[in-house]
């Protein structure tokens, strides 16, 4: 099975993008890090109040957003990560095998898609969250940049 990925394209936030351009690179992929696993939460959440409740309950629990890492990832799932990507998070059913079956269904029992309509349900707030996130975290990576300035001039003139 393939992942399916999906590009959001947003329009107007040409100040938000130069002032990401102004922090280093380390700082802007933590800032957006931070921004999507924000941003993922409720997709997420969604996805746990959707999600068929069985005898063990691990598939819920197993709903996570967590940075895309691609020694985890299936094979396929690895083809189509792309490296040249700074940052990516995932809100994934974590390595139960029920989530496949439950999602998609098997010949046996139809699907109770969970995931699916978590995303088409909360894909605009959280977008609405990575256009009021952004600017935050950009002026708290700011604010921490300026601080950490102002500590080593303090000890230069110190010593």
Do not use: C
């Not at 100040?15 to 957006?32: C, F, K, P, R």
């Not at 069985?54 to 967590?66: D, E, H, K, Q, T």
């Not at 969970?114 to 977008?127: E, I, K, N, V």
């Amino acid at each position: 099975m393939a992942v399916t990925t999906k590009t959001v394209t947003v329009e107007g936030l040409s100040e938000t993008i130069d002032a990401l351009e102004e922090l280093t690179s380390a700082t802007q992929a933590n800032v957006m890090r931070r921004v999507l696993l924000q941003a993922g939460q409720p997709i997420a959440d969604a996805a746990a109040a959707l999600a068929p409740r069985g005898p063990s309950g691990n598939l819920i629990a197993s709903i996570s957003v967590a940075p895309a890492q691609p020694s985890k990832m299936t094979r396929s799932s690895r083809g189509e990560y792309d490296k040249q990507n700074t940052v990516e998070v995932v809100v994934e059913a974590g390595p139960v095998p029920q989530s496949i079956f439950q999602e998609f269904g098997t010949v046996h029992n139809a699907a109770q898609p969970f995931m699916r309509p978590a995303w088409h349900g909360q894909r605009d707030q959280a977008l609405q969250i990575i256009t009021e996130q952004m600017t935050v975290e950009i002026e708290k990576a700011r604010a921490r940049a300026a601080a950490k300035a102002a500590r080593i001039a303090a000890k230069i003139a110190a010593g």
